[in-house]
């Protein structure tokens, strides 16, 4: 960054649009901020749209904090059809007739669907096996065995199905990070006893980040950036007098009791100063005491 630049801190939240990677909205990000120091707390697939939490500057550091936080989508489920990416992006590898199915029906099968699961990633997605991502071996057309990972679906609702056409149903799921949309629509499909797949994805929050937060890229401004204490926000608070502030600025391990806090809590804790500016993230530590998982730097 050049000397007369201001450099540029704070969380952005975006509303990305269709057709775009989660690394092309931080490269778009980099130029309308003039920053270089940009990231993003968890993938959104390019067809998607929706929320997606931007670190910028000294809060890039804070990203990790945000990649666990839970997700809420919706979508569209479309039965009869499953596609090789399980969304409206692959092609077609077979069809069913699921004119029969009844929102009632579809509801009991979402039900069967929620709670803590076991999930096999779709090969189109981001997750690394040997050291490469599964969507870069299935465009080689390379399929690799996929282990199961547990996600807990909090609601995967069928609200009702699109006007006019009984074979698309909306829904909404709440969900851990983690969880694939695309294999929840699928395996709705069979559970009806036929086949489907996922269209028009839209993430409508991360943690507390909603879309009533969230601007388009164009929209984005400096001036609408929140401040670096917004990543951890989740987080437990503690606030802290200058003494003490002085100490976890250079990273001090610190006892429990001097910053009140109870034995036996696992934190993290967001520690901020009087001002209100985020110092630290601190977590427990052995006899008694808590030190720094990150110091932000001043």
């Not at 980099?30 to 939490?53: F, N």
């Not at 009844?102 to 979402?110: E, F, I, N, P, Y």
């Not at 909306?170 to 969880?179: A, E, I, M, N």
């Not at 976890?248 to 391990?253: D, E, F, L, S």
Request: glycine share 10%; charged share 20%.
């Amino acid at each position: 960054m050049s000397p007369d630049r201001p450099a540029v801190d704070g969380v952005a939240v975006v509303d990305k649009e269709a057709g775009w990677t989660s690394h092309d909205v931080v490269a778009k990000a980099r130029g309308i901020l003039r920053t270089r120091k940009v990231g993003h707390s968890g993938t959104l697939d390019p067809d998607a749209t929706g929320v997606l939490v931007l670190g910028l500057g000294r809060a890039t550091r804070l990203l990790r904090y945000l990649t666990e936080l839970p997700k809420q989508y919706t979508g569209e489920i479309v039965l009869g059809t499953a596609t090789t990416t399980l969304d409206a992006s692959g092609e077609v590898v077979a069809t069913a007739d699921m004119g029969g199915v009844t929102l009632d029906q579809a509801r009991a099968a979402a039900a069967t669907l929620t709670g803590a699961i076991l999930q096999v990633p779709p090969m189109v997605s981001a997750v690394q096996i040997g050291g490469r991502r599964l969507h870069e071996l299935a465009r080689e057309g390379i399929e690799v065995e996929r282990e199961a990972r547990p996600v807990t679906v909090h609601r995967f609702e069928i609200t009702d199905a699109r006007p006019g056409d009984p074979l698309v149903l909306r829904c909404v799921v709440d969900c851990s990070s983690g969880t694939y949309v695309r294999s929840l629509a699928a395996d709705l499909g069979v559970a009806l006893g036929g086949v489907a797949h996922l269209r028009n994805l839209r993430r409508t929050a991360v943690g507390g980040f909603t879309l009533a937060d969230a601007r388009t890229l164009d929209a984005l401004d400096v001036a609408h950036l929140l401040p670096i204490g917004a990543a951890v926000a989740h987080l437990a608070r503690l606030d802290v007098d200058a003494t003490a502030a002085a100490d976890i600025a250079h990273g001090k391990v610190l006892e429990r009791a001097r910053l009140g806090l109870d034995p036996g809590v696992a934190g993290p804790w967001a520690v901020f100063d009087t001002a209100g500016d985020l110092l630290a993230v601190y977590e427990a530590h052995r006899g008694g005491t808590v030190k720094p998982a990150l110091v932000i730097p001043r």
